[in-house]
């Protein structure tokens, strides 16, 4: 690594534990998150908090933050240069989230494509936390003056408005937090949903059809693929509107190929959709394999879970409680 005496910048992101993690939170986040931890300063977080926007099943939220953890620790996360923690852990986060919501507008948050998407698919829980969810995340970031936050394309309203948040509390008290960037990779920051390619790929989907999970065998990898939703042209070309499907696949074989579209396309020239479909299968389960099975190793050892959670959220607190002391002096908490 190139010697330098600049300060690295930090990253700040985080996952929720909302279900097991798809192929689109690997290729959006996850894959990002393991190669920026030499060159950035990272803290990556397991949003749990977030996940109880939605009704969880207690056991199933406590068994999936575990899995979270490992599956992170699997896919490269390295807490000798990371710190690696849940975000429950680290109180200080609800507490500036208070402080946020109270700098952060109705009007705003109502605007969040998020919650109009959650409120329609849960409308007998649209709850004061989903509403709020935004606030919470740009808590995540501002306590620990993050200049990056790695994401997929969906998250970019909700970065947007912690810059906005972040704006009206310096310039209503005094510069306190670091305006945020978002880290969002061209390829693959929207990967869709192989049953319908006009959506994103999401955990919380109903269809186990629609996914990839990163903990999917091969055999159930390339099955899916090879039901995938596509059309009935025949021609392997990318041209998002016109075909969405073959399009995402394409996206999906360069992320893992390196190869580009023209690339692709002439390689698939003349031969059916299946066999393309086979081939994305099998590059995609070559990637998840590893990682896979690192995953399982980790996943038995609760001791090693336990402690990297422990260490991660200590480290976490230091940073995090130093900004929260600062904000409450800041807007006037009396202090003892
Ligand atoms: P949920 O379905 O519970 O809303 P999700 O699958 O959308 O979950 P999140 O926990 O909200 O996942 O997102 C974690 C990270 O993965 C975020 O950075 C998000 O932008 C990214 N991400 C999620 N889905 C995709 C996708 N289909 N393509 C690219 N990135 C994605
Ligand atoms: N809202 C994010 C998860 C998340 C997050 C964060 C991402 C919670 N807090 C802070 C980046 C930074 C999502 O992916 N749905």
């Not at 790929?201 to 693929?225: A, C, G, H």
Request: aromatic share 8%; with cysteine; charged share 25%.
């Amino acid at each position: 690594m190139e010697q330098t005496t600049e300060k690295k910048k930090r990253i700040l992101s985080g996952i929720q534990p909302s279900g097991s993690f798809t192929l689109g939170n690997y290729i959006g986040a996850i894959r990002n998150w393991a190669k920026l931890q030499d060159d950035f300063e990272c803290l990556y977080m397991v949003a749990d908090l977030h996940a109880l926007t939605v009704r969880q099943v207690p056991a199933d939220l406590r068994a999936r933050t575990k899995e979270a953890t490992a599956m992170l620790l699997a896919a490269g996360i390295d807490t000798k240069e990371s710190i690696l923690f849940a975000q429950s852990h680290v109180p200080a986060h609800t507490q500036l989230n208070w402080i946020l919501c109270c700098n952060s507008q109705f009007g705003e948050l109502s605007r969040m494509t998020q919650f109009k998407d959650k409120s329609a698919k849960h409308p007998d829980n649209v709850n004061g936390g989903l509403f709020t969810y935004p606030a919470l995340m740009a808590a995540d970031i501002l306590i620990y003056n993050a200049d990056l936050v790695p994401v997929g394309q969906d998250q970019t309203q909700h970065l947007e408005l912690a810059r906005t948040v972040a704006n009206r509390f310096n310039n209503a008290y005094s510069p306190t937090f670091t305006l945020p960037d978002g880290y969002i990779t061209k390829e693959g920051a929207k990967i869709m949903s192989l049953t319908d390619p006009t959506k994103k790929m999401s955990k919380s989907d109903d269809n186990q059809n629609s996914f990839i999970l990163m903990n999917d065998d091969r055999d159930t990898i390339v099955r899916k693929f090879k039901r995938a939703v596509t059309d009935s042209d025949g021609v392997i070309r990318f041209d998002t509107e016109n075909k969405p499907g073959i399009s995402n696949l394409m996206s999906i074989y360069n992320v893992f190929t390196g190869k580009s579209m023209d690339e692709i396309a002439a390689e698939f020239d003349g031969r059916g959709y299946a066999d393309f479909k086979v081939a994305v299968g099998e590059v995609v389960a070559d990637a998840l394999d590893p990682i896979n099975a690192e995953y399982e190793k980790i996943l038995a050892d609760k001791a090693y879970i336990d402690n990297t959670l422990k260490e991660g959220a200590q480290m976490a607190s230091k940073l995090a409680n130093r900004t929260l002391t600062k904000v409450y002096k800041k807007v006037g908490l009396y202090q003892i």
